[in-house]
T-cell receptor, first 110, second 115 residues
Framework: ELKVEQNPLFLSMQEGKNYTIYCNYS?????LYWYRQDPGKSLESLFV?????AVKQEGRLMASLDTKARLSTLHITAAVHDLSATYFC??????????FGTGTSLTVIP | GAGVSQTPSNKVTEKGKYVELRCDPI?????LYWYRQSLGQGPEFLIY????????DSGLPNDRFFAVRPEGSVSTLKIQRTERGDSAVYLC?????????????FGPGTRLTVL
């Protein structure tokens, strides 16, 4: 079974700072997804990374995928309070199901 | 357009009872997935439908859990003889064709509490 690990699990950062969330997965998967979840809400799709070296950016968030290292990163630039949420990465298994990490709870402090 | 909807939004039941959770996928989406999310954890895969058939049910924890999708649209997750450990948020997702490269869109979830 595909195992997905994220770190850190909890992240508290000041507004304006930069930080990176890491997502490692255990076996080969060339599809990696990032989701955002606000408290009490469902998951919102952020990025779909479909190949080695893929990089996608949306606003202050940038995601990348290195399939050889089995690593994806979500980089936050100049954080703002609205980015406070829990971020999940998910790797796609051979059967089309997603395997999720445990999430990174991000709090941006004014 | 309408997204994935799930009913009920909250369900409280007693240990040993039977519950049904409903999912309405995005219109036209052939693939449907059920996940379970416990507090502080990521979603855990339960079952995946392609059309009317269960293409992968390897995530169902035991035979108390069963899901159907008789007409290839709405799906129902059924849990028999509920246990306190079944308490979680049950999430449904759908995608257009279910093949790789296909984004899954999630519903708001049903919060199940077993007393």
């Amino acid at each position: 079974e595909l195992k997905v690990e994220q770190n850190p699990l909890f992240l508290s950062m000041q507004e304006g700072k930069n930080y990176t969330i890491y997502c490692n997965y255990s076996t080969t998967s060339d599809r990696l997804y990032w989701y955002r979840q606000d408290p009490g809400k469902s998951l919102e799709s952020l990025f779909v990374l479909l190949s080695n070296g893929a990089v996608k950016q949306e606003g202050r968030l940038m995601a990348s995928l290195d399939t050889k290292a089995r690593l994806s990163t979500l980089h936050i630039t100049a954080a703002v309070h609205d980015l406070s949420a829990t971020y999940f990465c998910a790797a796609e298994g051979t059967g089309n199901q997603f395997y999720f990490g445990t999430g990174t709870s991000l709090t941006v402090i004014p | 357009g309408a997204g994935v909807s799930q009913t009920p939004s909250n369900k409280v039941t007693e240990k040993g009872k039977y519950v049904e959770l409903r999912c309405d996928p995005i219109s036209g989406h052939t693939a449907l997935y059920w996940y379970r999310q416990s507090l502080g954890q990521g979603p855990e895969f339960l079952i995946y439908f392609q059309g009317t058939g269960a293409a992968d049910d390897s995530g169902l924890p035991n035979d108390r859990f069963f899901a159907v999708r008789p007409e290839g649209s709405v799906s129902t997750l059924k849990i028999q003889r509920t246990e306190r450990g079944d308490s979680a948020v049950y999430l449904c997702a759908s995608s257009l064709v279910g093949y790789r490269q296909d984004t899954q869109y999630f519903g708001p979830g049903t919060r199940l509490t077993v007393l």
